[in-house]
């Protein structure tokens, strides 16, 4: 069994994820991160214990834990069911050449044909407002855990590949494969589009 996981920087985490409910319609009018901006919300966060921070103050480290809290960071990727994986969002792409060379069988072809996960914005978040965030109590944890998998893809990256042109190559490779599939995409999408408008024509056509 292979287990991978994925942590990301906390601050921009929990900036995304604030405008993520923020912006989404299906947030309900009454939601914290709809009636406060985020400078008033990371007040309420700091200074309000009763404040509903709902699922805004999920720790990526203790999820990761989950019930052992106590086990070391090292532990934690030495499991004795098999293997465990833990890569930072910002190296995406390396994460799935190291999963490729790895597991072949498993993960024969990890390129795709797009990839975006950022949340709109409505408002300027200010370096007042990353001051607040770094103060959170989860915060530190999960810096080190964020660092912890910076490692890790260090050591899996020296492993597979011999020198930088051969990880040089993979990435040249990976990046090609992913292009294929944009281009493939944009042809599905531009026949989609032409299709759509033949049968808005005929429509026209037999309405007249």
Request: charged share 25%; with cysteine.
């Amino acid at each position: 069994m292979v287990a991978t996981s994925f942590t990301r920087d906390p601050v921009e985490k929990f900036i995304s994820y604030y405008f993520y409910c923020r912006m989404r319609p299906e947030t309900g009018p009454w939601h914290p991160s709809k009636t406060l901006n985020l400078g008033q919300f990371l007040d309420a966060m700091l200074n309000d214990p009763e404040f509903s921070r709902l699922p805004l103050d999920v720790s990526q480290e203790a999820f990761i834990r989950g019930s052992q809290p106590s086990q070391s960071l090292e532990s934690l990727v030495q499991q004795d069911f098999g293997a465990y994986h833990l890569f930072p969002t910002e190296r995406f792409d390396d994460a799935l050449i190291c999963l490729e060379k790895l597991y072949p069988e498993d993960f024969c072809d990890c390129s795709y044909g797009a990839r975006s996960n950022k949340s709109k914005k409505d408002q300027e978040v200010t370096p007042v407002d990353i001051g607040k965030i770094e103060q959170l109590p989860w915060i530190a944890k999960d810096r080190a855990l964020h660092a912890f998998a910076h490692s890790q893809i260090d050591v899996l990256i020296s492993k597979i590949f011999p020198d930088e042109v051969n990880l040089s190559d993979a990435r040249e490779d990976f990046a090609e494969r992913c292009h294929r599939r944009q281009e493939v995409k944009a042809q599905q999408h531009s026949k989609q589009s032409l299709s759509q408008r033949l049968r808005s024509a005929a429509r026209i056509i037999i309405k007249g």
